[in-house]
């Protein structure tokens, strides 16, 4: 089995808009704590072989001004997960930004219409959430939209099914942990301010096995419940 471990961000440096709760805060990191995690991953990824993926969730426009110049410098692809009713709207990414981001070699997903949990909306909002953003940002993209990721992190059997049904081949999770390289179904390890470096790397070499299986056995309940 291939596994690979995702590292998810959300805000880099200040943010230039009002925080949409008071939860938000927490996941905004500073630029250099942003750079020193970079520098650690590309350590991970040259010395000791390990296989990481970088995501960004909820489009915030220092995706752009900062997150794709270091991206670039370390030739590092990244998915940018996108709210589709945020695009244009004051620091949030633009349909030119987006669209820089793709000329980039960056990679675009969506993360839904609105920042709302999936597992609480009834057939019709959830088909406007996952359908309606995938139209929106194929038209700006030029491409097929086929990742999404899930706000929040909540998800379950009939939220995949309704992926899955609109076109969509992978679904980014926040469940922790590492996940199979082949898994249509991806975990990722959310990074928020009250990491250290430290934090970082013990998540990057990854060898609490005990608390793996905890993590896999979590996740298979949300898939099937």
């Known amino acids: 089995m291939k596994n690979i471990i995702i590292i998810n961000f959300h805000g880099i440096g200040k943010c230039y808009r009002e925080f949409e709760d008071e939860s938000e805060e927490k996941y905004w990191i500073?630029?250099?704590?942003?750079e020193c995690i970079i520098d650690l991953i590309l350590y991970h990824i040259k010395k000791k072989q390990k296989k990481i993926e970088i995501t960004f969730d909820d489009s915030n426009i220092s995706d752009f001004t900062i997150a794709l110049p270091l991206l670039k410098k370390h030739n590092i692809v990244a998915t940018f997960f996108i709210l589709a009713t945020k695009i244009g709207k004051p620091g949030y990414l633009s349909v030119q930004n987006i669209k820089n981001l793709i000329n980039h070699g960056m990679i675009i997903g969506s993360h839904g219409m609105n920042h709302v949990p999936w597992t609480s909306l009834d057939e019709l909002s959830?088909?406007?959430?996952?359908?309606?953003?995938?139209?929106?940002?194929?038209?700006?993209?030029?491409?097929?939209?086929?990742?999404?990721?899930?706000?929040?992190?909540?998800?379950?059997?009939?939220?995949?099914?309704?992926?899955?049904?609109?076109?969509?081949?992978?679904?980014?999770?926040?469940d922790?942990?590492?996940?199979?390289?082949?898994?249509?179904?991806?975990?990722?390890?959310?990074i928020t301010k009250d990491y250290s470096i430290d934090d970082i790397n013990s998540l990057l070499n990854n060898k609490n096995i005990f608390n793996q299986i905890i993590i896999d056995l979590k996740s298979t309940i949300k898939r099937y419940r």
């Not at 500073?30 to 942003?34: D, G, K, L, M, V």
């Not at 922790?176 to 959310?190: A, E, M, V």
């Open 30 to 34: 500073s630029e250099n704590f942003f």
């Open 176 to 190: 922790k942990g590492y996940t199979n390289l082949k898994s249509s179904i991806k975990s990722r390890n959310t």
């Open 126 to 174: 959830l088909n406007s959430e996952l359908l309606d953003s995938k139209i929106i940002l194929e038209d700006i993209t030029d491409q097929k939209v086929v990742q999404i990721s899930c706000p929040m992190g909540l998800y379950n059997k009939y939220v995949i099914n309704k992926v899955i049904q609109h076109g969509y081949s992978t679904i980014y999770t926040s």
